[in-house]
């Protein structure tokens, strides 16, 4: 750490809120690392933190208004704000805009810049506004604490960052950049050290996680499903994940992987956004719905019980009934366990957002109930299915009443079970019992699940 680095000081206090997905949730994760290095504590209650930390999202529409909003609940009964840092997309998107419009702002730091953020903090300290956007051509992650023992049971690890599709509708090329992949050693190391503090589930992230490559310890090139193989061998890791994917990068060994690799679990997101290939054009997707509906039935060919998962834009610029219907087309031939779906919102600086025949707020409210009613349909009916299966859970949390604990199946669903003597982060076979649109519940096996 340089020699602006902030002097340890137990006595301040910090909060990090990160807001969006999961890639700010380690973000997040490693902001708080940081700050706990340099004497910071956490906070009981982020409204009388020393220090907060905005982590934020510029994905959903009106991102930037929001966060001038939580930055105005900061400000306390006697009119004086901890100090506040912005960090995230919209830092990196809305620049100096930030402090210029929100004086109480006292560092501005962007997604890849973040590993500054003790310098930045000490800047503030003697006065400055500090901002840092800048985009290293050196990656920040060598510049990261290592992991912090005393994990979760299961961790995010960002293996790939930036993006090089340029989808039109979209701002991640511009607020994390261009595609970077970690070296294999690094993620090796960090996934090893998550293992030791009591991890047992690990979820590999990247903007598009499945574009990952690298070279083994034996110089050897690999993709994705090569660094799955490789964690797959480390005593104490149960289960391997990994979002979000690209259709157009699901190599022929990661979709053989799925069928090979145990710890990777049979649950697969892959985003196709719409159902018309006339709007995946205009989106700049690259892929068309013959070639991702090919993709499914191979993962499914490799791996029948697998769960898909994905996303979907209903009122791109231009798109008609027909579209949309195609969409619904789309959504019908897959068979979604769960998905996620939203409205078009402009993103400024993305090629969309002038683009002509903007649709109807009214007419984007009525499809998107409509493809939720479907989604919805799906997901209880896949949810449904599973009921009186046998399997396995990793249990991560408690739940609402005495001695009920909360764990994934292996196919993401949320299970409650009540079993005596257990405790988070234990494996558990059960069978599932009720299936509700969200969640399900379990009752404990006896005999190992096999």
């Known amino acids: 750490m340089t020699s602006d680095s902030p002097a ?57 208004e929001k966060v001038y909003s939580d930055i105005g609940r900061l400000k306390r009964e006697d009119g004086s704000t901890p100090t506040i840092a912005v960090a995230g997309c919209v830092a990196q998107a809305e620049g100096a805009e930030i402090a210029r419009r ?21 800047r ?26 005393g994990q979760r049971p299961t961790a995010f690890l960002t293996v790939q960052e930036g993006c090089d599709k340029f989808c039109t509708y979209c701002v991640v090329p511009y607020t994390r950049g261009a595609e970077i992949s970690r070296p294999f050693a690094d993620l090796i190391a960090e996934a090893r050290a998550l293992i030791a503090g009591g991890v047992r589930e690990i979820t590999l992230l990247g903007q598009n996680v499945n574009a990952w490559d690298g070279e083994d310890d034996k110089g050897r090139a690999i993709g994705l499903d090569g660094l799955i193989r490789e964690l797959a061998r480390e005593d104490g890791l149960e289960r391997i994940r990994y979002t979000t994917s690209h259709p157009n990068d699901m190599t022929d060994g990661l979709i053989a992987a799925h069928g090979e690799v145990d710890k990777l679990m049979p649950f697969l997101h892959l985003p196709v956004q719409a159902g018309s290939d006339r709007i995946l054009a205009a989106m700049n997707r690259s892929h068309s719905v013959d070639s991702y509906l090919r993709v499914i039935e191979r993962v499914r060919a490799a791996r029948p019980d697998i769960a898909i998962s994905g996303d979907f834009i209903v009122g791109f610029p231009g798109e008609s009934e027909t579209d949309f219907e195609a969409t619904l087309d789309i959504v019908r031939a897959t068979n979604y366990a769960m998905a996620y779906s939203f409205k078009y919102s402009r993103r400024p600086g993305t090629p969309a957002a002038t683009m002509d025949e903007q649709i109807d707020e009214a007419v984007m409210n009525d499809r998107l109930q409509r493809l939720q009613a479907l989604l919805n ?51 558990t076979d059960v069978r599932i019992t009720s299936a509700g649109p969200n969640s399900l519940g379990a009752e404990p096996l006896m005999e190992a699940v096999a």
């Open 124 to 149: 503030a300290e003697r006065g400055e506004k500090a901002i840092d956007l800048d985009m290293p051509l050196e990656s920040k992650f060598g510049a990261l604490p290592k992991r912090a023992d």
């Open 102 to 122: 929100a004086p109480s702002v006292d560092v501005v730091v962007g997604p890849q810049a973040y590993h500054r953020l003790p310098d930045l903090i000490a």
């Open 8 to 64: 340890k000081n137990p006595a301040k206090t910090f909060h990090v809120k990160s807001f969006g997905c999961q890639m700010n949730v380690y973000d997040g994760e490693r902001m708080a690392e940081m700050l706990g290095m340099q004497g910071y504590l956490p906070a009981a209650d982020g409204a009388d933190a020393d220090l907060v930390v905005l982590n934020t999202c510029h994905i959903r529409e009106k991102a930037a």
């Open 377 to 427: 349909q799906q997901q209880q009916a896949f949810n449904e299915a599973t009921v009186g299966r046998a399997t396995r859970l990793l249990l991560e949390r408690k739940g609402k009443h005495d001695g009920q604990l909360i764990g994934k199946s292996p196919w993401l669903q949320s299970v409650h079970v009540t079993a005596p003597g257990l405790a988070i982060g234990d494996m």
